[in-house]
């Protein structure tokens, strides 16, 4: 069974930094070839792509982050990392990551960043 697991949410300041993390089960081989994407969902509203990427370095991002955030993965560790810098308070939600591999789709449980002003 697939796993993605979240982590490196937590408080931050507005104009500070922080860094998630996404780590997968799934073999090297298979997570080389996967799409990893990073979600977010604030309260009350939909979930929404923040930025995804597709091997071998192909990278997409929501308007309202580029610039200041950046997703990169090492395929030896079956992780992807987005790094958030220059935060805003509305970058506030559960971040999730999300694998799509070649025989189906895996969420990871989520993880809170809320960003104080």
């Known amino acids: 069974q697939v796993q993605l697991v979240e982590s490196g949410g937590g408080l931050v300041q507005a104009g500070g930094s922080l860094r998630l993390s996404c780590r997968t089960s799934v073999r090297t081989s298979r997570f080389s070839g996967a799409t990893i994407g990073w979600y977010r969902q604030a309260p009350g509203k939909q979930r929404e792509l923040v930025a995804a990427?597709?091997?071998?370095?192909?990278?997409d991002y929501a308007d309202s982050v580029k610039g200041r955030f950046i997703i990169s993965r090492d395929n030896a560790k079956n992780t992807v990392y987005l790094q958030m810098n220059s935060v805003k308070p509305e970058d506030t939600g559960v971040y999730y990551c999300?694998?799509?591999?070649?025989?189906?789709?895996?969420w990871g449980q989520g993880s809170q960043v809320t960003v104080s002003s």
């Open positions: 990427t597709t091997n071998p370095v192909i990278a």
């Open positions: 999300k694998g799509t591999f070649f025989d189906g789709t895996c």
